[in-house]
C-alpha cells in the first residue's frame, strides 16, 4: 500500500497546520462539563464550521469536504498536534449527521443537517439504559405513535453531553411484539421537549 501523500494532500496538511496555529486559543477554553466551557467549546466548534473543517468527511453537497481516510487522518494529527480544543459535537457529526445522510429523507436532511454541520444543534446519545447497557436488544424505552408525534417513556443513562445538548438521537422500542432484537426505532428527540428530565451524573474528577 502506497501512503505516500498526493501534492492536493500535502497541501491540505500545510493549509491545516496554517489555519490551527493561527487560530487555536492560547488559553483552554475551560471543562466541556461546566455551562462556561461549553459555550466556549460551542464558539470553537463554529469557527471550524466558517473555516470548512467542521465535517471533512461529509460529501460537498451537504457542506464537507469528500476527504477521504488519509486526509481525515491527516486534519486529526494536525489537530492533535496543534493542541486543539476538545469537539463536543462528535455525536452530532459523526453518528447523527452519516446517518441522516444515508438513510434520512430529503426532507430530514434538510432540517437537520445543517444545525448539525454549524454546531447551531448539539446532539447527545440516547442508547444505554439502566437495565440496557451495550445490550440494545434488552432497552425498554419506548415510544408509541400519537398522531404526528411519537409519546416516549423510559430512561436513558450516559448520554453524552446530555446535559447541554439541543438534540438527542434515541434507540426506542415501537414494537413490542417483536422479536427483542427487531422493533427499535432510531428517534430524534427535541432535549426542550416538555416532560424530558436531566439529571447530571457528578464524578469525583
Known amino acids: 500500500m502506497d501512503l505516500s501523500l498526493t501534492p492536493e494532500q500535502e497541501s491540505f496538511r500545510d493549509e491545516v497546520r496554517s489555519w490551527l496555529a493561527a487560530n487555536v486559543p492560547a488559553e483552554p477554553l475551560g471543562p466541556t462539563s461546566t455551562p462556561e466551557g461549553f459555550a466556549a467549546h460551542r464558539v470553537w466548534e463554529q469557527r471550524l464550521f466558517e473555516a470548512g473543517y467542521s465535517a471533512i468527511s461529509w460529501p460537498e453537497a451537504y457542506g464537507g469536504r469528500d476527504a477521504d481516510l488519509l486526509t481525515q487522518a491527516l486534519f486529526a494529527e494536525e489537530y492533535a498536534r496543534a493542541g486543539a480544543p476538545e469537539r463536543i459535537n462528535t455525536l452530532g457529526l459523526g453518528l447523527a449527521g452519516p446517518t441522516l445522510i444515508a438513510y434520512g429523507t430529503d426532507a430530514q436532511k434538510e ?66 411484539q417483536a422479536p427483542k432484537h427487531k422493533g427499535i426505532t432510531f428517534l430524534m428527540i427535541d432535549m426542550r421537549s416538555p416532560g424530558i428530565e436531566v ?3 457528578t464524578q469525583i474528577n
Request: glycine share 8%; net charge negative; charged share 20%.
Open 199 to 201: 439529571r447530571p451524573i
Open 111 to 176: 432540517r437537520w443537517l445543517p444545525g448539525i454541520l454549524s454546531c447551531d444543534d448539539i446532539w447527545s446519545q440516547g442508547f444505554s439504559e439502566p437495565e440496557a447497557g451495550s445490550d440494545l436488544a434488552a432497552l425498554r424505552t419506548t415510544a408509541v405513535a400519537a398522531g404526528d408525534v411519537y409519546v416516549v417513556n423510559g430512561q436513558k443513562i450516559w448520554t453524552s453531553l446530555g446535559r447541554f445538548a439541543d438534540w438527542i438521537f434515541a434507540l426506542v422500542r415501537t414494537d413490542r
